[in-house]
């Protein structure tokens, strides 16, 4: 059990481009969550995934916003024409059956400039 | 929305200090999770407390639920410097899915 992966860890981008982020979760676990994280506060909930099928989004989540998670296994997240406010560091976690405990990646840290 | 309140914001103390953290709520909750997240990285599970009333160690870290579950703190004992690090409570919903506090950033220094 490797734990959480995310891929890159940091991403540097203009304004206005489109980036991808992907998170491969722990082997077993067949939720996945997708959580946005800026300076000075808790992560805060962006969307998720039982097996594949993405079962709830935040209000948080604009239309440039989409996630995917093919498979059932590891998932992507795109965001389009990026925005300065688009800049936070964005965490994946995943939780097995009927568990509460979600465990984290170490995050990808996007920069719009 | 179940909101979490945690308290201090920001707690800088000696090595070998005893501190305590608090994340309070309105709201029951079926468990809270304690999380611990360094600079750069994503947060990492420290303890689940589910019964009201629970308490539960981990080395010198004791962590206390509630007993109405609306509330939890976290206990350090004899602080070290790896003890650093920004402490985040979070609570699930009827999903599953996490609410956290914004969490108590702790500093020891040597």
């Known amino acids: 059990d490797t734990g959480v992966s995310q891929d890159p860890r940091h991403k540097i981008t203009k304004r206005g481009q489109n980036v991808t982020f992907r998170c491969d979760p722990i082997s077993e676990h067949n939720r996945l969550y997708w959580y946005r994280q800026t300076l000075g506060q808790g992560p805060e909930f962006l969307t998720y995934f039982q097996n594949e099928a993405q079962l709830e989004k935040s209000r948080l989540l604009s239309d440039r916003f989409s996630a995917e998670r093919p498979k059932g296994s590891f998932s992507t997240l795109e965001i389009q024409r990026t925005e300065q406010g688009d800049s936070a560091m964005y965490l994946c976690a995943s939780s097995g059956q009927g568990r509460y405990e979600q465990y984290f990646g170490p995050g990808t840290r996007l920069t719009v400039t | 929305t179940q909101l979490l309140e945690q308290s201090p914001q920001f707690l800088s103390i000696q090595e070998g200090e005893n501190l305590t953290v608090y994340c309070n709520s309105s709201?029951?909750?079926?468990?809270l999770q304690w999380y611990r997240q360094e600079p750069g990285e994503g947060p990492v599970l420290l303890v689940t407390?589910?019964?009201?009333?629970e308490v539960k160690k981990l080395k010198r870290l004791t962590f206390q639920f509630g007993d109405a579950r609306k509330d939890s703190s976290l206990h350090i004992t004899a602080a070290q410097p790896g003890d650093t690090g920004l402490y985040l409570c979070?609570?699930?919903?009827?999903?599953?899915?996490?609410?956290f506090g914004a969490g108590t950033q702790v500093v020891v220094t040597p």
């Open positions: 407390v589910v019964t009201g009333g």
């Open positions: 979070a609570g699930p919903d009827s999903w599953g899915k996490l609410q």
């Open positions: 709201s029951v909750f079926s468990s």
